[in-house]
Nanobody, 125 residues
Framework: QVQLQESGGGSVQSGGSLRLSCAAS????????MGWLRQAPGKEREGVAA???????SYADSGQGRFTISRDNAKKTLYLEMNSLTPEDTAMYYC???????????????????WGQGAQVTVSS
């Protein structure tokens, strides 16, 4: 059974940083395209960043230059380093996984198969 579990969310002031982690279990983690998505209240869920099995990355405009996605295949863990946070980054952040390639714009090519429960990030001004 595939499981994804986020951690590292919390509250931070504008301009601050947070690092999200996503621990994976139950499948061949290294072969999956992994992504971070977020959903703010009243808004649609949007892709933030994604990373392919070969380590190549893709970012949405909202995260370009501020967010860094990475993965440690040995630890089966996905990361999202977020810097220069603003109140507009406040959202529930989810990690997700699917077999397949990367796509431009901070997501994977195919619809995500597996999801974590989410981690809340709140940025105050």
């Amino acid at each position: 059974q595939v499981q994804l579990q986020e951690s590292g969310g919390g509250s931070v002031q504008s301009g601050g940083s947070l690092r999200l982690s996503c621990a994976a279990s139950g499948y061949m983690y290294s072969s999956y395209c992994m992504g971070w998505l977020r959903q703010a209240p009243g808004k649609e869920r949007e892709g933030v960043a994604a990373i392919a099995s070969d380590g190549s990355t893709s970012y949405a405009d909202s995260g370009q230059g501020r967010f860094t996605i990475s993965r440690d295949n040995a630890k089966k863990t996905l990361y999202l380093e977020m810097n220069s946070l603003t109140p507009e980054d406040t959202a529930m952040y989810y990690c997700a996984a699917v077999v397949g390639p990367l796509r431009y714009g901070g997501t994977c090519q195919f619809i995500y198969s597996y999801w974590g429960q989410g981690a809340q990030v709140t940025v105050s001004s």
